[in-house]
C-alpha cells in the first residue's frame, strides 16, 4: 500500500539554523499538506500546495517558512531561521484532489527539536 | 469556530465494539464528515469518510443521522492497538482542522 515518507524522523537544530524537511508523497496525489503539531497540542495546517503553488496557507506559516517540490518526487518544508517554539512535529501529507470529498494521507511525521 | 463536539475520553473492552460519537449541528450540505485517528505521535490515520450515507470499509463503519447532526464511528472488534486519539473532522476547506479528539481507551 502507498504511504507518504518523510525524513529525517528526528532532527535537532541549534536556534537560527535553516532546517530543510523533506517528504515523498504517494506518486498519483496531486496537492500537498504540510502540518505541526506542538507537544500536547492540536494539529495545525500550515501550507497546501498544488502546481508548484502554494494554494492556502495558515498565518503560522509566516516569512520563515517556504516550501518547495524540487524534484517529481519530493517535497520539502525549509525554515529559515529556527526558533524555540518551532520545536513540533511536522506531518507531510497528500492526496489526489484538492476536493472536499478526498481524504489526506499523512506520513509520520519528523520531530524537529530547536535548542 | 469549532465543528465538532466529541467526549474527551472513553474507554473499551477488548473484542468490543467502540462506538465513538460526534456532534456537527452545524454542518453545511455539502460539508463531509471524515475520521482520522492518532497513536501516541505518529501521523495521523485516515479512517472513513461520508457525506450522507453510511460507509464502511474494512477498518470502521460511518453512521450519520438523517440530518447529519451527528455520526458515529464504529471499530467492530476493538483491539488493544485501537486504543488512540479519535478525530472527527467537518472538512469546510482543502485543510484538515483538527479538535482534540475522543481519546479511546481499549482495555483487556
Not at chain 1, 39 to 54: A, D, M, R, T
Not at chain 2, 33 to 41: A, C, E, G, L, P
Not at chain 2, 59 to 88: F, G, N, Q, W
Request: overall charge negative; charged content about 20%; some cysteine.
Amino acid at each position: 500500500e502507498p504511504e507518504v515518507t518523510q525524513t529525517p524522523s528526528h532532527q535537532v537544530t541549534q536556534m537560527g539554523q535553516e532546517v530543510i524537511l523533506r517528504c515523498v508523497p504517494i506518486s498519483n496525489h496531486l496537492y500537498f499538506y504540510w502540518y505541526r503539531q506542538i507537544l500536547g497540542q492540536k494539529v495545525e495546517f500550515l501550507v497546501s500546495f498544488y502546481n508548484n503553488e502554494i494554494s492556502e496557507k495558515s498565518e503560522i506559516f509566516d516569512d520563515q517558512f517556504s516550501v518547495e517540490r524540487p524534484d517529481g518526487s519530493n517535497f520539502t518544508l525549509k525554515i529559515r531561521s529556527t526558533k524555540l517554539e518551532d520545536s513540533a512535529m511536522y506531518f507531510c501529507a497528500s492526496s489526489k484532489s484538492t476536493g472536499t470529498g478526498y481524504e489526506q494521507y499523512f506520513g509520520p511525521g519528523t520531530r524537529l527539536t530547536v535548542t | 469556530d469549532a465543528k465538532t463536539t466529541q467526549p474527551p475520553s472513553m474507554d473499551c473492552a477488548e473484542g468490543r465494539a467502540a462506538n465513538l460519537p460526534c456532534n456537527h449541528s452545524t454542518i453545511s450540505g455539502n460539508e463531509y464528515v471524515y475520521w482520522y485517528r492518532q497513536i501516541h505521535s505518529q501521523g495521523p490515520q485516515y479512517i472513513i469518510h461520508g457525506l450522507k450515507n453510511n460507509e464502511t470499509n474494512e477498518m470502521a463503519s460511518l453512521i450519520i443521522t438523517e440530518d447529519r447532526k451527528s455520526s458515529t464511528l464504529i471499530l467492530p472488534h476493538a483491539t488493544l492497538r485501537d486504543t488512540a486519539v479519535y478525530y472527527c473532522i467537518v472538512r469546510v476547506d482543502s485543510d484538515m482542522r483538527f479538535g482534540a479528539g475522543t481519546r479511546l481507551t481499549v482495555k483487556p
